[in-house]
């Protein structure tokens, strides 16, 4: 069965630099959710998309944005990176029954 | 507002022993309860679920899960472990009922060392 996808796995970038992380969801899923883990923490819930707009916002930093595209794609979008920017990234999505998948994440490492 | 709390941050267990992982949540509202395993360098993989019905859950890999309205918990229990299930466990909440589109709201996680 096709799974939610990430891209890229790894990412490493230079503070004050940005970076895209891409999520593609399973296919049918109308809703994708954005979660952050930093290390040896829980994750925590950035953002999510419903039909293409925002149904809900949470620990989001003003420097991030995010959107989800008509084929209901997702893209993070994150600027000036910080050294407390370095965490796992994932992406959910659902399809209307409350059980969120989760991609496999990227792992950001800002230098 | 939801909360989770994983009583346990760390369980060491020797193969084959019994486990339980404690989970407490805080709500107002009707939840829904997960259980979520993360093995190192990997997502996230869902155990099992409580929606409605069954207090008694039962999920992959020989885990189940009772959901307790009065005592606000939701215990993760396996009979009898394996080296494999070495990992990392999050308890979970989201709103219900929803449109499809809620948060979950996940625990601070246990870690789960199961030794030969």
């Known amino acids: 069965a096709a799974g939610v996808i990430q891209s890229p796995r790894h990412l490493i970038k230079e503070k004050r630099e940005t970076a895209t992380l891409k999520c593609y969801p399973i296919?049918?899923?109308?809703?994708v959710y954005w979660y952050q883990q930093g290390p040896g923490q829980d994750p925590q819930f950035l953002i999510s998309?419903?039909?293409?707009?925002?149904?809900d916002k949470g620990s989001i930093p003003d420097r991030f944005s995010a959107q989800q595209f008509s084929d209901y794609h997702s893209e993070l979008n994150m600027s000036s990176l910080e050294l407390g920017d370095s965490a796992l990234y994932f992406c959910?999505?659902?399809?209307?029954?409350?059980?969120?998948?989760f991609g496999p994440g990227t792992r950001l490492t800002v230098l | 507002a939801q909360s989770v709390t994983q009583l346990d941050s760390q369980v060491p267990v020797f193969e084959e022993a019994p486990v339980e992982l404690r989970c407490n949540y805080s709500s107002s509202v009707s939840v829904y309860l997960f259980w979520y395993v993360q093995y190192p360098n990997q997502g996230l993989q869902l155990l099992l679920k409580y929606l409605s019905g069954s207090t008694l859950v039962k999920g992959i890999n020989g885990f189940e899960a009772e959901f307790n309205k009065s005592q606000t918990s939701f215990h993760l229990r396996k009979p009898s472990v394996h080296i494999s299930d070495t990992a990392e466990y999050f308890c979970?909440?989201?709103?219900?009922?929803?449109?499809?589109?809620?948060?979950?709201?996940f625990g601070a996680g246990t870690r789960l060392a199961v030794h030969p």
């Open positions: 998309f419903y039909e293409k707009m925002q149904s």
């Open positions: 959910a999505s659902s399809s209307g029954l409350n059980e969120q998948f």
């Open positions: 296919p049918r899923h109308d809703t």
């Open positions: 979970a909440v989201s709103l219900a009922p929803s449109g499809g589109y809620n948060k979950l709201i």
